[in-house]
């Protein structure tokens, strides 16, 4: 074995990030990971539909290319999983930060997440027809998310509205107790079921160098979903 063998210790198995996010919710990867492994592995779990830099500036930066804090959201609804892939550190604010929505749904009963997924969240994606989405489908034992708490979301009754409010609650008390941090370093990667795990960020400084390569993946399973 060579000393390059040595530095890349394992060969990261897709198939273990592929499990791991499925029972988890998401997949931290070691260091020294390369962005060409980071793709092989996203290309593994499906299609590859959207591939952004999460970088401060551009011609007209979106929220994760402005250097304010960034509430905890699920991204578009089309990618199934979400991927970054750390190029630059930030030591100064640019840790990334999940909450795992799954134990906030299991504090809910049947009635409340049936009253919850009549809340609608707009579709807000550039290449939307503006259709709304489901904050929330259950599917057996499966609950999936989509929310994004700036947008103005439909909530049809009160039933909808208590639903939401104890759903609310749940996601303040997870962001005072149980955010998950990760302050990742060049070379390593996150995978997350972008219907699971919600993500956010503090504020960072706006001559920041931080730098994450971000992949939307929809995996084989879903059929032609959105988008
Ligand atoms: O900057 C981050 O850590 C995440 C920003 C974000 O919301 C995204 O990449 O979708
Ligand atoms: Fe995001």
């Known amino acids: 074995m060579t000393s390059a063998d040595v530095q890349h210790e394992q060969p990261l ?3 273990e990030v592929i499990e791991t996010v499925s029972r988890e919710g998401y997949f931290r990867g ?3 990971t390369t962005i060409d492994e980071f793709r092989s592995i996203a290309a593994a779990f499906g299609d590859v539909f959207y591939e952004a ?5 551009g011609e007209r930066p979106r929220n994760y290319q402005l250097p304010s804090q960034i509430d905890f ?3 578009h609804v089309s990618a199934e999983v979400a991927a970054w892939y750390c190029l630059e550190r930030e030591s100064d604010g640019g840790a990334m930060q999940f909450i795992d929505l799954a134990p906030i749904a299991e504090d809910l009963s049947r009635d409340e997440l049936a009253d919850l ?5 707009p579709d807000n994606a550039v290449w939307s027809e503006g259709g709304d989405i489901a904050l929330c489908t259950v599917e057996g034992d499966q609950v999936s998310f989509h929310y ?3 947008l103005d979301l439909k909530v049809p009754d009160d039933a909808a509205r208590r639903a939401l409010d104890r759903f609310e609650a749940g996601v303040r008390r997870a962001k005072a107790a149980d955010i998950i941090e990760m302050d990742l370093t060049p070379g390593e990667l996150v995978f997350v079921d972008n219907r699971r795990i919600m993500h956010g960020r503090a504020a960072i400084p706006a001559d920041s160098r931080r730098h994450l390569k971000r992949l939307w993946i929809r995996s084989d399973r879903s059929g032609d979903k959105v988008v």
């Open 13 to 15: 198995l897709a198939q």
């Open 117 to 121: 997924a009549r809340v609608r969240v």
């Open 53 to 57: 830099d999460v970088r401060m500036g």
């Open 30 to 32: 070691p260091s020294k």
């Open 73 to 75: 959201h699920t991204d």
């Open 148 to 150: 994004v708490p700036w």
